[in-house]
């Protein structure tokens, strides 16, 4: 990244400062005291509620994580039509979609539906998933890996297969005595959303999975966790695995310019209940475990802080410079208006500043 995008580096601002940004949301709920998220219908309509209110306010997407067998959003094709037929600019996404758990051919229908609802503005993050709430989860939905196969590489397979029928060639046999007229030539899924096959992310943790998503034409997404393969601060590592990717990309000679994002946690604290919420995460720091056994892990450090102080940390963010697309981590069990409160304050304190609006 250049300088110049932002006060800390005073020659001007460049184009490539400017960053898309979209909140991301877990979708937790729970009968508890202290959520405004009580029940699954409170998840589902304060998210159709909260990405509208983003897109009036100036977001630039909606994303959500996908989760089974836990209080938390699970099948997001349902939400994410009904948040593009209530949008108009708003992008649409998710951060990620599990692909052990899907039908790959069903996906496509649904995914095409979702994006011709919204008029192509789907954004679809897919991977092969996080450890689950259930041991092998995804047999309980019919699936197993094949042959010589584990789960991981059942994952990618499945994300190959879905990526191919994303092209809208035909495939499959028609029957010579249909119930309706058939086109000719062999029959593609319908219906067919043209140019999403380039709107898919891949969720990479590693270096080696960053490559592979470039090699097959995606786009990447890295969250607040990945794999630790240098002992180096989170930010610096996943500012090196994106610059392994666009140079993967660039070798592998696609015609077009990959898009990047990268999560935060980043809390501006301008008042007392933004105090209340997270003055305690002004200190924090990355850290290092285990999210499977034997992979050591690091996780990205929040950003809590008066707006001043806040704009000087996120400006050594090495990764944040390097991607074109921030996601922030919305914490939405404290209800639509403050999570609004949450976004709007980055856009007015912090994003200009930075050069990202």
Not at 94 to 118: F, H, K
Not at 253 to 259: C, D, F, L, S
Not at 269 to 276: E, P, Q, T
Not at 289 to 308: D, H, L, M, Q, V
């Amino acid at each position: 990244m250049p300088p110049g995008c932002n006060k800390y580096f005073p020659v001007k601002k460049f184009k490539w400062c400017m960053k898309k940004i979209g909140f991301l949301s877990f979708g937790h709920w729970a009968n508890h005291p202290s959520y405004r998220v009580r029940s699954a219908s409170d998840t589902l309509l304060q998210s159709i509620d909260l990405a509208v209110a983003a897109e009036e306010a100036g977001i630039d997407g909606a994303y959500f994580r996908v989760h089974h067998y836990a209080q938390q959003l699970a099948s997001p094709f349902p939400l994410l039509s009904a948040i593009g037929a209530k949008t108009s600019r708003i992008e649409i996404g998710t951060a990620v979609i599990d692909m052990r758990y899907e039908n790959p051919l069903y996906m496509v229908e649904d995914a095409g539906a979702a994006d011709l609802i919204s008029r192509g503005r789907l954004q679809l993050g897919v991977s092969r998933g996080s450890p689950e709430q259930v041991i092998d989860g995804w047999r309980y939905f019919g699936y197993k890996p094949d042959d010589g196969e584990d789960d991981v590489a059942m994952g990618r397979r499945k994300t190959l297969e879905f990526l191919d029928k994303l092209k809208g060639v035909g495939f499959a046999q028609p029957n010579p005595n249909p119930m309706f007229p058939n086109p000719p030539g062999l029959l593609r899924l319908e219906p067919y959303s043209e140019g999403l096959r380039e709107r898919i992310w891949w969720g990479a943790a590693s270096n080696a999975t960053a490559v592979w998503a470039a090699e097959h034409g995606m786009n990447l997404q890295s969250s607040t966790l990945k794999e630790d393969e240098s002992g180096k601060p989170f930010h610096v590592q996943q500012a090196e695995q994106i610059r392994v990717y666009k140079e993967a990309w660039k070798k592998a000679g696609h015609q077009r310019e990959p898009r990047v994002s990268v999560s935060r946690s980043v809390f501006a604290i301008v008042n007392d209940m933004d105090r209340y919420y997270f003055g305690h995460e002004a200190e924090r720091s990355d850290h290092v475990g285990f999210i499977e056994k034997n992979k050591r892990a690091i996780f990205g450090r929040s950003y809590a802080a008066e707006p001043e102080q806040l704009i000087k940390e996120l400006a050594k963010d090495e990764a944040i410079q390097e991607a074109d697309t921030l996601l922030l981590t919305v914490p939405n069990t404290l209800g639509v208006d403050y999570n609004v409160h949450v976004l709007k304050s980055v856009l007015e304190y912090v994003a200009p500043e930075l050069g990202w609006r």
